[in-house]
């Protein structure tokens, strides 16, 4: 251990305080001495002062000369005897490099040791040591910032000279600063003054002692702090004015100023110092200090430097808080926005609250708008212990109770502001559970306040949040559970969209599913990206086939060509377009029509806009309204045909009669005159003879025989003409019977009329031959089998004229009905193109034709068969062979009369007619 | 001019007129044609004198076809009523066949017209009592069981109603099988498909016209006296579709064509149908008949006694006026005379007699209306 240091020890202090005590502060008297003394002068002094400071024999000074590396003895005090200098004489004795390091930082060297290194000083030292008592020699150096200024070398006894080079070591430090100022430093007044100008300005509080711990001095901020003011305690000792004591252990120190030495305190170390004041006020301080020194390191008092650390630990545990604060928020952010569409939102609300709050009962409500209630979803802070909860005094599940909040209650919770409220107010919340019970929560959980915070989003009220405090507690961070309550009000909202939007999601999923339309959807590009259920079932390709893929380059059963250019039209036009009975085939096989309704999709970052087909079959339909414009249409003939036949019967009735009289007149009149004539032309008489002149004159000139041969010829064929005439108007009656009820018909007469009706439509074409069983009584609606007859007919007329073409060839059809065991089966016979084998049933397919568009709807056969095997339990089919011919048949039951033979009739014999 | 038949033509249509009064030129030497240019003028000329025949259109201004037929049934009963028509509008065809006995359609042709005047004229001579002439000519038909005609109404009520419900109760009786058959044979369904049941008959004219005719009271004679005879009637009705039954067998076993096996079932089924007309005619006098065959007369001698002609007579006159074929209405007038005709060209009669005797050997009491008032 350095003499050079300034150690707290116990015996220093007594050591100063000796000295204090009597009288005369040697230390002082040096500095006075040496501030105005010459250097010799002073070197002199200093010998003196250390002399009677150290007690020792013999003391000499020596200066150090660092140019030279040389020492030069100054003065010796003491003893004369043991060394007197001689000023004249004064040698200077070189002092190695190594020594001088050594000197220089303060190091005490005893002369043994150094005796080589101090040369000859010490050979001086020795030559005069060799006459005194003294054994030994201590050499101190005078230094300062590292410069060795010069030494004292005492004489002493070998066991005193760590005490006195501790006596003397102020005094040194003293010489140092002393010896020194000549290099230009600070005087010791500048320095406080320059000191005292830099602690005003500093924010923590300074205060200075001296060696005694008188407070020296106290900056504004020392006084602000500490309550005082500077010119009330200055002088004073500072462990009188400032009190700190541990916050641990609520203990005072002992000494203030300890606290300012460092390092290896004796003392425990206080963790929480606190500054307390005269007014018993504490705040968290941090305490730091440091020893005053003189130029020789000697201390001259303390300064003590506090700082108050309130507001920074308030900054800190704000710091804390945020940080803490934000890692909850966003944590619970995350939790909310995440949570799965299956977890309880309201519980994460709940808890995280709780999380948050800590120690409380939170319930969180859902608002209903529609009913304006609120309805309590979770809660969270309830023991879940069951004996607690079997205590719990109330009834009514706490999750699940609904109330009512009145306009004001809203209106409050719109706010969005945390509320605090007594429970005794119960406002809003409380309500939703019975008073009873709430009475009750309140009591077991000791519950003196609640808060209230409403969950709203942009201005509409989501639900709301409870808190309940136990006893007297509050949140002091409010803030961040209404920061909380918003981020759970976003998650809340998200969530509510998000099942909104799921919920329109899956609705359109399910309309688009179950419409029974097609969608399509084409994009800029025309490629498919939406093709719907119906869309699979109608046409056939499965959505995934067709995603993606340009509609125009996939196989879809349908008109394609009219589709795309109906497409193409309504992208180039941008306007909604539609399209009816485009024909297509499903994938049974069955042809259909299909009306399609195009409408634009207007695209804004393309020029090419986007196309919505929306289709339905129209199939169903189109046969229902053909059938029901068939039977309108049946109905409407058969009405007009019967007016016509009225008025067509009432001339021909009198048109015949006419013609029969005047047939009968004819052949009397003729045979009359004839045989008048014949008499005349045999009379001999000459008057006769003349008048037979004139009258074969006029019979040459009217020329009586052809009138003989023509006019009843004449008569007969206006009669023919009346009889087919009236035949036609009678098949026509009976053909477009109005009645729709069954009866019994005749099947040969029905295909007379039906033949004798269509007549216009074969005889260019064909000729007719007819091969009728007479009586084949069929069951039926008359008609409606005289419409199918006819339908199969015109297609048989059709087929042949198909094949004849221009050429004006006839070809034939031939129908015939005959009993076919308990049928009557009508076959009928064309020589026409035939029909393909691949068509094979389509042909009865309402639809389907290989007519040429707008010839026909493809509706004659499908009606026919309809007619025959749904409506009348019979059956249809044909035989053809392309090019030869077809012939189309058609069983229908047999009345129930004319059936299999009865026991009592032989139906054998019945057949021959 | 005492011997000359009196027909009556009406027509709204003068060219009709002159038309049929040129056509029939020829008829003038046995008739007195008197033509009507109105149902008004046509009225007068009843006034004035009873035709045998009316020929009347039906749709006509003012006093049309139908008022005219039934004021004629009123006023001149014995006289025969014929439609001539050119329309097939049900509701009109119905209340025709209430008061017509013959439906012709437009154009008709005139020897079919000549041949319905001339049978019609000669049917008086079928029946040779006027009262009862009247009686037949005026009654819609044979008498209808009331059960019947209620069991026919129940059913057509129904919306479901289906023919062959409807043509089982229309066997089941003999006066409307009558009936029905005359509407399909006399023109009035329009077309004359070759049918000979009275089911087939049933079905040709369809349920609707079957619907006009329950509804129509003057198309169905409900024989209000005939429910103490039920029982019997039903059994006559049995008896005859027995004999009509055997009767087509027969007429089939010889080769005949559809038109005269038809014609045996016919006349077998409706021979004794003027038992019903004439129950009902004489009401409580009919008793007495039985008591007179009881008392050993044979049917038509007790007939005759008692309402001057057989029930044999009366049915011929009905199914004369009626237009049916002529070998059914002389089998039905000579059924009772048995072999006593020498006429019988066709051989109707001859089956018709063989069918009833194989029916009087299974059946020893072939059964009749006559009630013994014992």
Redesign the interface.
């Known amino acids: 251990m350095g003499a050079t240091s300034l150690m707290p020890s116990q015996a220093s202090r007594s050591e100063a305080t000796r000295a204090a005590n009597e009288g005369a502060d040697p230390l002082a008297d040096l500095v006075c001495a040496l501030e105005g003394a010459p250097e010799v002068e002073a070197q002199q002094l200093l010998a003196r002062a250390l002399h009677r400071a150290s007690a020792c024999d013999c003391v000499a000074v020596a200066s150090y000369q660092a140019d030279y590396s040389t020492l030069t003895l100054d003065a010796v005090a003491g003893d004369d005897a043991l060394w007197t200098p001689d000023a004249e004489t004064r040698e200077a004795f070189f002092c190695s490099a190594g020594l001088t390091e050594y000197l220089s930082k303060g190091q005490a060297v005893d002369g043994e040791k150094a005796s080589t290194e101090l040369g000859g000083l010490l050979t001086a030292c020795c030559r005069l040591g060799a006459d005194a008592k003294m054994s030994d020699w201590l050499v101190l150096p005078v230094a300062r910032c590292g410069h060795l200024l010069a030494v004292a070398v005492f004489s002493v006894a070998p066991d005193e000279t760590e005490s006195v080079a501790q006596r003397v070591a102020p005094l040194l430090s003293l010489a140092a600063l002393s010896l020194s100022r000549h290099d230009g430093q600070e005087t010791v007044l500048t320095r406080r003054h320059w000191l005292a100008e830099t602690l005003r300005g500093m924010d923590n509080a300074v205060v200075a002692t001296d060696a005694q711990g008188r407070i020296m001095h106290m900056n504004p901020t020392a006084q602000e702090m500490i309550g005082v003011k500077a010119d009330q305690v200055e002088g004073r000792l500072i462990d009188d004015v400032i009190t700190i004591v541990d916050h641990a252990t609520g203990q005072p120190l002992d000494s203030v100023r300890l606290c300012a030495l460092p390092g290896d305190s004796a003392l425990p170390p206080i963790v929480d110092p606190h500054l307390q004041r005269p007014d018993t006020t504490t705040s968290p301080i941090q305490v730091r200090g440091a020893p005053i020194l003189d130029d020789n390191g000697m201390p001259q008092g303390t300064m003590l430097v506090l700082r108050d650390l309130t507001a920074q630990r308030e900054a800190n545990r704000r710091e804390m808080r945020y940080t803490r604060d934000l890692a909850f928020l966003s944590r619970s952010a995350m939790d909310l926005l995440q949570v799965g569409a299956n977890e309880d939102l309201y519980d994460l609300v709940a808890e995280g609250i709780l999380e948050w709050v800590g120690s409380a009962i939170v319930l969180v409500s859902a608002y209903a708008p529609e009913r304006r209630l609120l309805i309590t979803r979770a809660i969270a802070g309830l023991s879940h212990g069951t004996a607690e909860r079997a205590a719990a005094p109330w009834r009514t599940p706490l999750v699940g109770a609904q109330t009512t909040p009145s306009r004001a209650d809203r209106q409050a919770l719109l706010t969005g502001e945390l509320l605090s409220v007594t429970p005794q107010a119960r406002v809003n919340e409380p309500r939703t559970l019975s008073a009873h019970d709430w009475d009750a929560l309140c009591i077991t959980y000791r519950i003196r306040t609640a808060y209230l915070i409403g969950i709203t989003w942009k201005g509409s009220l989501l639900g709301s949040v409870t808190l309940l405090m136990h006893d007297n507690e509050t949140i002091d961070n409010p803030e961040t559970v209404e920061t909380f309550v918003r981020q759970a009000a976003l998650a809340l909202q998200r969530r509510r969209s998000e099942e909104a939007f799921l919920e329109i999601h899956r609705h359109n999923e399910q309309v688009l599913a179950a419409i029974p339309s097609i969608l399509i959807g084409l994009d800029g590009v025309g490629r498919i990206y939406e093709w719907n259920r119906a869309a699979e079932t109608l046409l056939g390709p499965r959505r995934d086939e067709m995603i993606g893929r340009p509609l125009q380059r996939c196989q879809i059963p349908w008109d394609s060509e009219r589709v795309w250019a109906a497409v193409a039209a309504c992208r180039r036009q941008g306007q909604p377009d539609e399209i009816v009975d485009v024909r297509y085939s499903r994938p049974d096989g069955h042809e259909g029509l299909m009306h399609l309704a195009l409408s634009p999709i207007p695209r804004v970052d393309g020029d090419e806009s986007g196309v919505l087909i929306l289709g339905s079959d129209m199939t169903a339909r189109r046969v229902l309204e053909t059938q029901l414009a068939q039977a309108q249409r049946l109905e409407s003939i058969g009405r007009l045909a019967?007016g016509i036949?009225?008025?067509?019967?009432?001339?021909?009735?009198?048109?015949?009669?006419?013609l029969?009289?005047?047939q009968?007149?004819v052949h009397d009149l003729m045979g009359g005159l004839v045989g008048l004539i014949q008499d005349l032309r045999t009379s001999r008489d000459v008057a006769h003879r003349e008048l037979l002149d004139t009258i074969e004159a006029y019979e040459h000139e009217i020329d009586l025989p052809y009138l003989r041969t023509e006019m009843p010829e004449a008569i007969t064929q206006a009669l023919e003409g009346?009889?087919r005439t009236?035949g036609i108007v009678?098949a026509m009656?009976?053909f477009s019977q109005p009645?729709s009820?069954?009866?019994?018909?005749?099947l040969g007469?029905a295909i007379e009329s039906t033949v004798a009706v269509a007549r216009h439509e074969y005889r260019y074409v064909a000729d007719m031959r007819l091969d009728l069983m007479?009586?084949l009584?069929v069951?039926c609606v008359p008609g409606e089998i005289n419409q199918a007859l006819l339908n199969i007919v015109v297609n048989a007329a059709h087929a042949i004229a198909e094949r004849v073409g221009e050429s004006g060839g006839k070809g034939r059809i031939t129908i015939s009905a005959r009993r076919a065991g308990d049928w009557a089966e009508v076959r009928v016979h064309d020589t026409g193109i035939g029909i393909a084998p691949e068509i094979g049933d389509k042909v009865f397919e309402p639809f389907f034709t290989t007519k040429e568009v707008g010839k026909g709807m493809g509706q004659g056969l499908a009606m026919a068969r309809r007619v025959i095997a749904e409506q009348h339990g019979g059956e249809i089919g044909f035989e053809s062979q392309v090019g030869v011919g077809t012939t189309f048949w058609v069983r229908l039951p047999l009345?129930?009369?004319q059936q299999a033979p009865t026991d009592?009739?032989?139906a054998s014999?019945?057949k021959?007619? | 001019m005492a011997d000359k038949h009196r027909v009556v033509f009406v027509d709204d249509?003068p060219?009709?007129l002159?038309?049929?009064r040129?056509?029939l030129?020829?008829l003038h030497h046995d008739w007195d044609m008197v033509f009507a240019p109105g149902g008004q003028e046509a009225l007068e000329a009843l006034e004035s004198a009873c035709p045998d025949v009316l020929v009347t259109d039906m749709r006509m201004p003012v006093v049309d076809g139908c008022a005219l037929l039934r004021a004629a049934r009123e006023r001149c009963a014995q006289t025969v009523r014929l439609a001539l028509s050119?329309?097939?509008?049900?509701r009109m065809v119905i209340d025709a066949a209430a008061a017509a006995h013959q439906y012709l359609?437009?154009?008709?042709?005139?020897d079919s017209l000549k041949n319905a005047l001339q049978k019609a004229a000669a049917s008086s001579q079928l029946l040779p009592v006027p009262a009862l002439r009247a009686f037949v000519a005026q009654v819609p038909g044979p008498p209808v069981l009331p059960n019947t005609k209620q069991a026919l109404v129940a059913v057509l009520e129904e919306g479901t109603a289906d023919?062959?419900t409807v043509a089982h109760i229309v066997a089941g009786d003999l006066g409307l099988s009558a009936k029905v058959l005359h509407l399909v044979h006399s023109g009035f369904s329009?077309?004359t498909?070759?049918?000979c049941?009275p089911?087939?008959a049933t079905?040709?004219?369809?349920?609707?016209m079957l619907r006009a005719m329950a509804h129509n009271c003057d198309v169905i004679n409900v024989g209000q006296d005939l429910t103490t005879e039920c029982p019997k009637t039903q059994r006559w009705t049995e008896h005859s579709q027995r004999i009509a039954?055997r009767a087509?067998?027969l007429a089939?076993?010889r080769?005949l064509?559809?038109t005269h096996?038809h014609q045996a079932y016919t006349a077998g089924l409706l021979h004794d149908v003027g038992q019903l007309l004439l129950v009902q005619f004489l009401g409580d006098r009919s008793g007495a008949i039985g008591d007179l065959v009881a008392n050993g007369l044979s049917l038509s001698e007790a007939e005759r006694q008692v309402a001057g002609a057989t029930h044999a007579q009366v049915g011929a006159y009905l199914l004369s006026i009626w237009g049916f074929p002529l070998p059914i209405v002389r089998a039905v007038t000579c059924h009772d005379t048995p072999f006593g005709t020498g006429q019988d060209a066709d051989g109707i009669l001859q089956i018709l007699s063989e069918a009833m005797q194989a029916s009087d050997r299974t059946n020893p009491d072939p059964s009749s209306y006559r009630v013994a008032r014992s």
């Open positions: 019967a036949a009225h008025e067509m019967n009432t001339p021909l009735q009198y048109v015949r009669d006419n029969l009289f005047v009968e007149a009346v009889t009236a009678g009656r009976e009645a009820e069954t009866r019994i018909v005749n007469r007479d009586d009584l069951s009345a129930r009369n009592s009739e032989p014999t019945m021959e007619a | 249509e060219r009709i002159s038309g049929l040129r056509a030129r020829s050119g329309h097939a509008d049900r359609s437009k154009p008709c042709d005139t023919i062959d329009g077309t498909p070759n049918v049941t089911q087939e079905a040709v004219l369809g349920i609707e039954e087509m067998a089939m076993e080769g064509d559809t096996v």
